[in-house]
């Protein structure tokens, strides 16, 4: 089993920044790619942020020049820096992970809140 822990979530305001970490333990032999999702209140979850085992990136148009995805790959931890937040940026963030080119995990951790004020 594989676990995933979202964690640096807050309050901020616009214009601030934040760094969400995922934590991935468990059965993991490789990882083929990282990603971050968002789901605000009422709407679908969207993908803003993925890394490949390669180190490429795509970023969703709304976040894309704010947000930078990274990976600690001895940890197996990825981070999403969240810059000049806006308040269109608040939502409960996910990490997921393609563990050997077989597609996301089919369920999800906790989340991190991210608010973002004013």
């Known amino acids: 089993q594989v676990q995933l822990v979202e964690s640096g979530g807050g309050l901020v305001q616009a214009g601030g920044s934040l760094r969400l970490s995922c934590a991935a333990s468990?059965?993991?032999?490789?990882?083929?790619?990282k990603g971050w999702y968002r789901q605000a209140p009422g709407k679908q979850r969207e993908l803003v942020a993925v890394i490949t085992s390669g180190g490429s990136t795509n970023y969703a148009d709304s976040v894309k020049g704010r947000f930078t995805i990274s990976r600690d790959s001895a940890e197996n931890t990825v981070y999403l820096q969240m810059n000049s937040l806006k308040p269109e940026d608040t939502a409960v963030y996910y990490c997921?992970?393609?563990?050997?080119?077989?597609?996301?995990?089919?369920?999800w951790g906790q989340g991190t809140q991210v608010t973002v004020s004013s």
């Open positions: 997921n992970a393609d563990l050997g080119g077989g597609g996301w995990l089919n369920y």
């Open positions: 468990g059965s993991i032999f490789s990882i083929n790619a």
